[in-house]
């Protein structure tokens, strides 16, 4: 109960930010004194929250999806030999800086959420296919066999032995990747993707030091919700 209450007030505070930041105008004035428009108005929080959590939602299954088959793939006996390759692709993916990728991805898929979803995807790859390839590479050889000798077919040894015991360190590699997401996917907003970087962009572009505050304290709330969220799944897993 102690390690699910910390997710917990986080979730709350961003509640209580998410409904009562027009509450919090006169906090802002000191950051912004001179703006006559403190709170950002042209859409509400609550709205810009549920869409960026359902673009980093979506690129985080696509992220999954392809990260740990593509890892699971390579430590199999026939895939093996494309270990390195994978590896080096997922780390090319996140070298390039997110800007580029939408820039690159615009003429492509358009203005809007697709490209944004296709920049964290290839920015939230390389962690989980290196804790998937080690996670699984760390189990040991001996466990596996003794599951053989008891008639375990590879697909058996895979979903009943390699895949829970690898589980914890697959789990931190997805919550490097959520986590680092919900913050880079703010620069959506420079694409027409409508999430909470709206008010941070719309902070910038208008010298509005205020707006730019309240899109950051909202962003950071949901992070540290979605972090400490995934170390009570982390906890959990270990015990069992």
């Known amino acids: 109960m102690k390690g699910v209450a910390v997710p917990v007030i986080w979730l709350l505070l961003l509640v209580l ?20 428009n403190l709170i950002y108005e042209r859409a ?29 793939a390579v430590t199999r006996p026939v895939g093996r030999d494309f270990l390195p390759l994978v590896a ?11 800007v580029a990728v939408l820039a690159l991805a615009v003429p492509v898929l358009g203005f809007g959420t697709l490209p944004i979803i296709v920049a964290l995807v290839l ?22 066999e003794a599951a053989r ?5 590879s697909g058996q040894i895979l979903r009943k032995v390699e895949l829970p015991i690898a589980a914890p360190v697959i789990l931190a590699g997805i919550r490097t990747s959520v986590t680092i997401n919900i913050a880079t996917a703010a ?16 902070g910038i572009v208008n010298d509005n030091t205020a ?8 962003i950071g709330l949901l992070a540290l919700t979605i972090d400490s969220a995934f170390e009570q799944l982390q906890r959990w897993l270990r015990a069992y």
């Open 17 to 36: 930010a998410v409904s009562f930041m027009p509450q919090l105008e006169a906090v802002l004035r000191f950051v912004e004194p001179d703006s006559r």
């Open 44 to 72: 509400e929080l609550s709205r810009l929250l549920g869409q960026h959590l359902l673009v980093v939602t979506l690129a985080a299954c696509v992220a999954i999806a392809l990260g740990v088959s593509a890892a699971i």
């Open 149 to 153: 000798g008891m008639g375990m077919t």
């Open 211 to 218: 707006y730019v505050v309240q899109g950051a304290i909202v």
């Open 187 to 202: 620069i959506g907003a420079t694409v027409g993707a409508s999430n909470l970087g709206d008010p941070i962009i719309a």
């Open 88 to 98: 080096q692709l997922a780390s090319i993916g996140q070298t390039f800086p997110p």
């Open 123 to 144: 920015y939230g790859l390389l962690p989980i296919v290196r804790n998937t390839l080690a996670g699984l590479q760390d189990v040991d050889m001996n466990i596996k």
